[in-house]
């Protein structure tokens, strides 16, 4: 059996009481941290709160030699975790299609999506949100500014009605890691797309503090949202609620929430 844990949005306690057995009751426990990870906790500290060792494996380890995982499930009880949703990213989508090509059954302990909290933190309809985004760095996608695919997904949203959650870029290697943070996105967005736009950064979703901070995206440029994970909604239109929820939860001036009001 291969089983997939998210392991939820923040820290060691933010799994749930299923993903927590199922870490517990496996054989061999495997994570990768270059989709998402926790800013609140190491690994370390998830081996220590739920009393397993967990075998850390690159994107590589993931997605050209996924062996050593799937014999694991093979020859008994193996779990796969990430951060958040174990099944947000496509990777691990097809880690679960090899394990069923070679006859391993899988199944799914779900956590807890970044998309769910940016919803419910800033008051925007979860049904109202169209496609997503990720917004990289200029060194990863090896050209300057903002890419074209992305303004193109958050204008074909907005002409729907729609809002659009763009996600922030995390490069993570041996030595280091880095995190774009909502006011670098919000000034890329500012600079070569639209900078009196309405936008929302959402800081450390998951954590006993998040910060939720709407205004336009020059204005955000210039704010400091603290420790990372950071992510940025683009909104499309506001129904009458949804406003009232920038300026009373997310400190939006309430001229530029009416600007996206229907």
Known sequence: MLTFVGLGLYDE???TLQGREALQEADRVFAERYTSRLVGASFEDVEAAHDVEIELRSREGVEQHPEPILDAASEGDAVFCTAGDTMISTTHVDLR???HER???TRIVHGTTAAAAASSLTGLQNYR????TTLPFETSHGGEGVPGSVIETIEA????GLHTLVFLDIKVDDDREDYMTGSEAADLLASDWDDEALGVVVARAGS?????AADTLDALAEMDFGEPLHMLVIPGELHYIERDALVELAGAPESVADSRLV
């Open 97 to 99: 299609l090899r394990a």
């Open 103 to 105: 006859g391993i059954d």
């Open 208 to 212: 006993p503090d998040p910060v939720v």
């Open 157 to 160: 949203n907005r002409d729907r």
């Open 129 to 132: 949100f169209g496609k997503a």
């Open 13 to 15: 306690s933010s799994i």
